[in-house]
């Protein structure tokens, strides 16, 4: 992959700190500049590569989850349900590939036939030629691993290929946005991950806590995904400020290394080695009917509870422990 | 019928006709003549309406038509066959024929007019669904008269229809022009071939670089070795 | 993988079909504008785009997808001819740039519109329900909506067929292709027949973007893709030309189709290669003349 060496963002010193979600290349440019500068950078997008030792700083925290905890919470739900044989249509670009690492790592420990891998370039807008042969495959589990709107035609075409009929689709990550933007059809009965859904209000005060805030601010809308990683992405931050009492990096720094927080899904905390955000990972379907609001789109099927166990080891990483 | 006075014209920069004056009146066949270059074609062009930058004034049945877009003059009864016949490739005979009703209020009448035609120009009845560019040079010079005439204009103008032409074709031709005059339609005719046109026509106009330098009766001219000499020998 | 059955095999030429459909409906119009107005319409994806989003509208209001079928071609042919009439004609005789930068900047002009009117982000589009689902074709199973859009394209080429061969207006505009001038001899009034022909492209172009709205949704950026993959698809087939845009076309979603099945990520290129083929065997393809 080529990153790009982004300069001009953040100045040396303190009080600056940065919070993004970005597409991976995007965000490693950003994480390159901030680590060079000593600026804290918490993205929220998703990246393995962010918490390997070549591109990590301490400067660096991960809020977001990564590929290889959504794959891995993905793939030990759907390879003991619905299946052994798994064919993949991934996206070519880093997020694809370390989805895919992802899957076939946990579906090891499933004994998964792998099928195949279809790759198709970022901005596909026809899947068409490429899902017959999927098809083919007569896999159990059909594997989508792309993103934003590349996703949302994918699970549309697939839907009209009549795909659903006798294969299970999943996709690592399922984000909000994209569901509505798609429309309940395309998504319908597909599983796949994320980091938070409104619904879990009913398990954490925490959750139940944030959607009222958010509702108040924002005429009665439920918070998304991504609008609450930007959350806890600043959350932690000023908390971490406040516990410091001072925005001194180093301070806050050492801070958010100690931070054990719940702020809006549970309990979290940073891992010391890669500054990941150890935190749960929700199972969910798409749902097309019995909706009680226009952001009652998912089911939560089950859910990973944070642990480091599921993270790759500090040593794969590159960190010495 | 058709009046042109002070007509002048230009390619760009460069005037090509000055103060042209000619007049055709109904029933006649007029003839244009000159040297290669002297202006008979822009004349011909600047009576349809296809020359860019013209001034002076040119009348049809009264009409001023000097600012008029072609279709326009077309409309009021003027045909014109141009020098390089223009026979659309991709067209078969009878497509060409019918191209020269879609304009017209006649096209209603399109399966009669075409039978019509078929009877003046037999060789294009034969070849009516041919591919009309594949015809020899002669055979599409008919053609290009008879797309001209089929919507029954009162005043065709044609430019040089004998040329390249084997000469059986063009006696044919000629004798074609004089049976349009005789059912009443009026001619205006650029000749290269002198003699011949002078032998049908009523009245001739000699050009010379982009002036009108004579004006005779056919056969007054006909007689006038010293002009012919002067202006129309190649 | 697994082997390549004759199904699979014939299963990827129907996608291949119903993939160059769109490429051809989309191509049509684009030469038959450029044949005839000698205009490389650079909006023909703009035009394309407002198709699918003026049927979103009509839905939206209470109308079927079979209402936007007649309806939208009709308003985007419209829309098109206003266009013609207040931008494009002023330019006719300067020279084929002028008209090529002003409906590029057009695109860009429509797009933001539509960004401005709908929102940045996308809208899904359902098919309409009669048209949901996959039939066995024999070979397997095709989604029924595809097999529509081949037919609702063979429907569309087929009256565009009749259109300008048995027609007086259609006589007009295939002599009017190879030579205005005569043409205008003739008694037509040429600028009319430029204008009519610039709202039927545009008209074709808004039907295809509305046939494409169920395959992939719409977004204010859809005709961007389409636009550079039917270029493609005009060269092949000789810019202007009709009949080789519609076996461009078909050829270009035939090798896509193909390409994918063998090596799924050279797909994209191998729209380009046959490009650079095409130009390479028969240097004069991009200008033939139309049929
Ligand atoms: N398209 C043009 N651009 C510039 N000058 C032109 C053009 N056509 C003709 N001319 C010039 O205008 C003048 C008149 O030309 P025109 O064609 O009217 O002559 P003509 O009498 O028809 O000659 P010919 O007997 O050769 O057909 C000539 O000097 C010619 O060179
Ligand atoms: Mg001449």
Redesign the interface.
Known sequence: MKRRRGRGAGREGEGEFRRRSLSAAVQLAINNVTKERGVIFNSISQSDAINEAADLSKYTFHEALNPHMTSGAVGRYAFAKFGKKVAFLTA?YAYGHEMVRGFLEVGKEFNIEN??D????L????F??????L????PDILCISNFG?DQ??AL??AT???IKKSIQIIAPLLSH?SRV???P??FEGVVGGCSFYWGIEDKFASTKAFNDAFRKMYDGKLPTDYGALGYGGVRTVLEAVKGAGSVETNKVVAALEALKYDYYKGPQYYRKCDHQSVQSVLVIKSKSKDMKNESDVFEVLSTEEPNEKYLRTCEALGHKS | MLQVSKLNAWYGASHALQDIGLEVTKGEIVCLIGRNGAGKTTTLKSIMGLMGRTRGSVTFKGEELLRQPAHVRFALGLAYVPEERRIVQGLSVRENLRLGLVASPAKKREAELLEEIAVIFPRLAERMDQEAVTMSGGEQQMLAIARAMIAKPDLIMLDEPSEGIMPVLVDEMFELFRSMKAQGTTVLLVEQNVELALGIADRAYVLDQGSVVHQASAQALLADEEIKERYCSV | MAGLSFDLIALQLFAGLALGAIYVLFAIGLSLIFGMLTVVNFAHGAFYMVGAYVGLYLISIGGNFWICLVAVPIAIGLFGLAVERVLIRPLYGRGIDYPLLLTFGLSYVMVECVRIAFGKTGYPFDTPEVLQGAVDIGVGYFPLYRLFVIGATAVVLLALWLFLEKTSFGLIIRAGARDPQIVRVLGVDVSRVWLIVFGIGTAIAGFAGLLAAPLQGVIPEMGGTILAEAFVVTVVGGMGSIGGAVLAGLLVGVVVSMTSLFAPEMAKVSIFALMAIVLIVRPQASSAAPD
Do not use: C, E, V, Y
Not at chain 1, 118 to 121: L, S
Not at chain 1, 123 to 126: A, L, N, R, S, V
Not at chain 1, 128 to 133: A, D, G, Q, V
């Open positions: 070519d099928l195949g279809i790759r198709h370039p901005g596909t807008t026809d068409s030629t490429l899902l017959p042969r098809q083919a495959l007569k709107r949302q035609i549309k075409q009209d290929f009549g946005a933007a798609a429309g059809q395309a």
